[in-house]
């Protein structure tokens, strides 16, 4: 499975995680390397009114409970919101 394969983590699973945690609770992905260039990044996902902000980078899902980072430099230089 390439890079290409992957899509952004899913609602579903973002839902999931965060099931038990109220608005503003913040998730992290600390010290994991970007599938692109390889650099340590730490990906920052809170759980906001709207639905879920991410900070650093962004969280892929490419299959079952595998999660890959892409850092904010790899992703185009742009923050993602999930709504």
Same mark, same amino acid.
């Given at each position: 499975m390439g890079i290409g394969e992957?899509? *952004?983590i899913s609602?579903?699973?973002?839902?999931?995680l965060f099931?038990?945690?109220?608005v503003g609770a913040v998730?992290?992905?600390e010290?994991?390397?970007c599938v692109?260039?390889?650099e340590p990044v730490s990906v920052? *996902?809170?759980?906001?009114?709207g639905g879920y902000g991410f900070l650093?980078? *962004? *969280?892929l899902e490419p299959s079952g409970s595998l999660y890959l980072a892409k850092c904010v430099n790899c992703n185009g230089s742009r923050e993602a919101t999930g709504t």
């Open positions: 992957c899509a *952004i609602l579903k699973t973002l839902n999931s099931e038990d945690r109220s998730l992290v992905f010290n994991v390397r692109v260039c390889g920052k *996902i809170q759980k906001t009114s650093n980078g *962004i *969280i």
